[in-house]
């Protein structure tokens, strides 16, 4: 793992392309990942994690992205957050935003392949 050095966060200068993505995540606050949930986009520098149960902005989360049969663990800091009443995750936007802090090399590499892809 390393630390990414070069964090832009949300602002209109992000030099991180955001893409559509689909992968599973394991989330929590300590050592045990207790919520399950879906990643719907990411860039180098973040993912947004679509969930009904969301922490608190600033809250340090661990998490554990599976991709393809590959796991890649992460640390970050939520960044924003959107709850929505039970039911309703499915038809509103909810979840939540989390910036990288430590994150595993080859999903950054992941990233980069994706965005060669895209163009």
Sequence with gaps: MSILDNITGDSPDRNSQ???????V??????????IALVTDFSETGICIKTAFVFEVGTKLNMLLESNGKKY????EV???KKV?????????????????NVDEDFIALHKVKAENHR
Excluded: D, I, Y
């Design 73 to 76: 663990q992460a640390e970050g």
């Design 85 to 101: 009443p039970p039911g309703l995750s499915s038809v509103v936007k909810c979840g939540m935003g989390v910036r990288f802090t």
């Design 18 to 24: 955001r893409l559509s993505f689909r992968c599973k």
């Design 79 to 81: 960044m924003w957050a």
């Design 26 to 35: 394991k989330f929590g606050t300590g050592r045990r990942l207790e919520h």
